[in-house]
């Protein structure tokens, strides 16, 4: 299994596959250790509480009723910092895609609110809801989600132009150099590669200088250089662009890309980790599905 990088300075100007991410030293908070502990071991950067990007309070989400009844959230309380690379992982069933669907404003909860920044997405009508996805987030899904018909650089500017707005050509042409597509805008889905694929729906998220970019398993379809594409794009996209980046991953190397992970089951947030590294995510979840 290939090593991650060791630091997280990153060139804009590398190619993805050459750029190289970086990773402190990865602590695992419990609230059962001594509180001196978490504090010497703590790194610096994150002793200051970090703005909010998005935050949930007492989120509730239950599918179906009575004997049925399925929650999927249990009444979670969780920030996403601003500025900051987030992972969320957890078993099976454990409500991680859940809680990405409804604070990205996919999918609306049964009680609690959702914010981002300061807009309460909860009561929110359909319309407007639309609106401040297509305005204010961006998405990177597992399959894509290119239509067909248009080509590379239609894809990326399509959300803009569906809202009307007019597309940074300068800002463009730096995210699809940076992606490597540049050679490739001209180019139909069928005919880029998957990894390419992945690219344009990072590029796409990107232009718009979305407030935050939510990715479900985006690396679940790729190979292994094509995965480390696409997670050191979402990490030179937090370090160099200063962008908000939250993910879903059961993959504990993606999730080792990530400043923050958060993990739940049976619907809560049961642990966190900053600086996270592969031994200690499968260690944790190693406890959690143990």
Known sequence: MASTPSNRSQSADQPPAEQASSYGRHVLHNDDAP???IQESTPENH?????AAARAQQLFKQYGEGDTAVIALDHVDVEFG???????MGPSGSGKSTLMHTMAGLDAATSGDVFLGDTNLTGMKDKEITSLRRDRLGFIFQSFNLVPTLTAAENITLPSDIAGNTVDQEWFDEVTSRLGLANRLDHRPAEL???QQQRVACARALVSRPEIIFG???????DSNSSTEVLQILRTAVDEDNQT?????????????????IFLADGRVVDEMYDPTMDKILQTMSGIEG
């Open 35 to 37: 509180q001196e502990s």
């Open 216 to 222: 479900d398993e985006p690396t679940g379809n790729l």
């Open 82 to 88: 601003k500025n900051q690379f987030t992972a969320i």
């Open 245 to 261: 980046v939250v993910i879903v991953t059961h993959d504990a190397r993606a999730a080792s890309y990530a400043d923050r992970v």
């Open 193 to 195: 590669s998957g990894g």
């Open 47 to 51: 002793s200051t509480p970090r703005v």
